[in-house]
């Protein structure tokens, strides 16, 4: 046949290959070309006792079937000897096939701890020390197959295996790892949960059942997972009888429980339906699936009781008590779906608290006072100064109670770590209150097709108890590789800075650990600030700024320079985020004024305004362009 899979020149191990799987796979892979290393104890189905013979008998076949094999006698504890026996006769190793095993079966209640251990030593501690020894030679040649024997009785659990189940499923957890470990080096890790007959099944089926279940139905499986044109990995699969499945975790939808109250038993007990129900499931993947609905919920989302995390007071006790000490990374998303679905989306709307101290905090992320001998802003940052007052652009804060929720947008699917904030514009009515509650709605108001990316306009409007509006955001979120959905490219921003030295220029050092103040003050806990590997996902080799966090040094310093840090004067602020900043570096904002009477005057502003951008000095990049702070 032409396109039978054959596999000369590779070498395989197999344990437990004296008889019942592990013998047909030993003789399936060696009629396509393997060398085979047979390897078998010969002990007894319960792991007593140890002979030559099984493991012989198997070399002898394969010997006569014109295949090359080697017997080996060692226990998979020895499992160094095992791989240095394929080194020794063949020169080399490329599959492995952890197929050896032992039962010991009896009720939990008669389980000796020898039970419990010799089953632990022959399956995990057996799998881990072949595998082990084998990794760094397939991890060198960049190429490997690795099968582990699961068992339904470590999937589902099964009466009188408790030392079988939980070692069974021990491997499937060792597969599960060593499948993302070896991925780049093209070592390819998957499991089996085989039903054959066999001296370990025939104890539990009946006779005419073991005999049906042949393991020749199974061994085309296996050997097809250890052929190079297989690119699968980290899967388990249910084999037997010439039936094969994947099987994957599915989980349902979840309940969120409201973080901003204390978490009681009776709040569990209130939610027990819909955390058991799977009526609209996900299959998650990895960890960062798995960790994406408790991100969510830490973000201030749904279960955050309506209550965002800034407030002062209950709010931030409640709060930081149920806040992990690395904040989880979020799950890679399909770019899917009509995108255009979500314009018009609208937010389920968020109320939260703030006070003195997350104004205070919030200025000092964004660097004010950082000369405490130098008084001038003080009063953003000390509750007791007598005109203590909030910096304007604390108001680009407000969102952050409900924009997470945009992770959960139908038709808006995407890997987060690919968002970057795009473009933010701010306006206030009149300076922000030091203390209140306010309540935050918000809508996608359009998405553009960017080509590279998507970029999501949202409105946000945020009012006091009263209603009456203190603050209005545009928020634009630029999601790179979402864009050629077919969508409008929306206008094109343009702008220009006058042909004259500027009017004031203001440096500003970022700290080292500026994201991680930043986060805290701001309620933007998205972990591309803070977690390596969440930022690595995203493209970059550190976690970066918070382009709102440059923002906030940038119309600081409009503020200090042509308001006299007055935030009555300040109508708004508006900037493109150009290039991403890393924490450390300095801020460079070069400042021209442009009145009614100024260059640039020609559309008619009534007040003052100020065009500025900012630029990374260290790497001479400008980081926001487009800058306009508009004053009274
Ligand atoms: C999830 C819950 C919500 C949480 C929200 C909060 C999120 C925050 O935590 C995240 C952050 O703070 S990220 C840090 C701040 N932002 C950044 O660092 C982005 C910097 N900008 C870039 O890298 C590129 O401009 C980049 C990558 C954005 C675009 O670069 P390119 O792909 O090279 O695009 P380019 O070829 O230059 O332009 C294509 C079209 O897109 C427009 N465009 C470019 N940059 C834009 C931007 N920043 N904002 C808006 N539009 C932008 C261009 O104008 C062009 O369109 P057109 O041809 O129509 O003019």
Not at 285 to 294: G, N, Q, R, Y
Not at 469 to 474: F, K, R
Not at 484 to 500: H, K, Q, V
């Amino acid at each position: 046949m032409n396109n039978q899979l054959r596999f000369d020149g590779r070498v395989a191990v197999i344990t437990g290959a004296g008889g019942g799987l592990g013998r047909a796979y030993a003789l399936l892979l060696a009629a396509r070309g393997v060398a085979v290393v047979v390897n078998d104890l010969g002990g007894s189905r319960h792991g007593e006792g140890a002979a030559t013979s099984a493991a012989d008998r198997v070399v002898e076949e394969i010997e006569a079937a014109g295949g090359e094999a080697v017997a080996s006698y060692d226990s998979v504890e020895d499992g160094g000897r095992i791989i240095q026996t394929a080194l020794d006769h063949f020169g080399r190793i490329d599959i492995v096939i952890n197929n050896a095993g032992i039962l010991r079966d009896t009720s939990f209640h008669k389980m000796t701890a020898d039970d419990w251990e010799r089953i632990y030593r022959v399956h995990l501690y057996g799998g881990f020390q072949v595998t082990h020894a084998a990794w760094p030679h397939l991890r060198d040649q960049g190429y490997g197959r690795i099968v582990m024997t699961s068992s339904a009785a470590g999937l589902y659990g099964n009466f009188g295996q408790a030392n079988y189940g939980a070692a069974k499923l021990g491997l499937l957890g060792l597969a599960n790892s060593l499948a993302v470990e070896g991925q780049k080096r093209n070592v390819l890790v998957n499991t089996i949960a085989p039903l054959a007959g066999s001296r370990l099944t025939e104890t539990i089926l009946p006779p005419d059942m073991v005999a049906a279940l042949k393991p020749e139905y199974v061994a085309p499986l296996v050997a097809y997972l250890c052929h190079e044109s297989n690119s699968d990995t980290g899967q388990v699969f249910e084999v037997g009888a010439g039936w094969a499945a994947r099987l994957r975790w599915q989980r349902g939808r979840g309940a969120f429980l409201p973080l901003a109250e204390a978490l009681t038993p009776e709040a569990v007990a209130d939610q027990w339906t819909t955390i058991q129900n799977f009526d609209d499931p996900t299959y998650p993947e990895t960890p960062l699936d798995s960790f994406a609905p408790v991100v969510e919920n830490l973000q201030g989302g749904r279960g955050a009781g309506g209550q965002g995390r800034m407030g002062a007071g209950e709010t931030e006790n409640a709060g930081e008590s149920n806040l992990p000490r690395s904040p989880a990374p979020l799950p890679p998303r399909a770019a899917s779906g009509d995108i255009s679905d979500a314009i018009g989306h609208e937010f389920e709307p968020k109320t939260l608290t703030y006070g003195e101290k997350d104004l205070s905090l919030y200025a000092l992320s964004v660097g004010a006072a950082v000369d405490p001998l130098d008084a001038s802003e003080l009063p953003f940052v000390y509750e007791l100064n007598s005109s203590f007052r909030a910096l304007p652009t604390f108001g680009v804060a407000f969102p952050f109670s409900l924009l997470w929720q945009i992770t959960d947008v139908p038709g808006l699917k995407f890997n987060p770590a690919l968002l970057l904030h795009g473009e933010q514009y701010l306006s206030l009515p009149r300076p922000l209150p030091t203390a209140a509650t306010v309540t935050n709605t918000a809508r996608i108001a359009n998405i553009y097709d960017k080509g590279s990316g998507a970029l999501v306009l949202l409105d946000v409007h945020t009012a006091d108890e009263s209603g009456q509006e203190i603050a209005y955001n545009q928020v634009s979120l630029f999601i790179r590789g979402l864009g050629g959905f077919g969508g409008e490219r929306g206008p094109s921003a343009t702008w220009a800075l006058p042909d004259r030295a500027p009017d004031a220029v203001h440096h500003d050092r970022t700290n080292a650990n500026q994201a991680l103040l930043y986060r805290l003050s701001s309620g933007d806990r998205n972990p591309l600030h803070a977690d390596p590997a969440f930022a690595a996902v995203g493209g970059f080799d550190r976690p970066i700024l918070h382009g709102l966090c440059t923002f906030g040094f940038a119309g600081r310093a409009v503020l200090r320079h042509f308001a006299g840090n007055d935030p009555a004067r300040f109508r708004s602020i508006r900037a493109r985020f150009t290039r991403h900043v890393f924490p450390g570096e300095t801020l460079v904002t070069t400042m021209w004024a442009v009145g009614t009477d100024g260059a640039f005057a020609a559309d008619g502003a009534d007040g003052q305004r100020v065009l500025f951008q900012c630029k990374a000095a260290e790497r001479d990049e400008i980081v926001l362009s487009g800058g306009v702070v508009e004053l009274t």
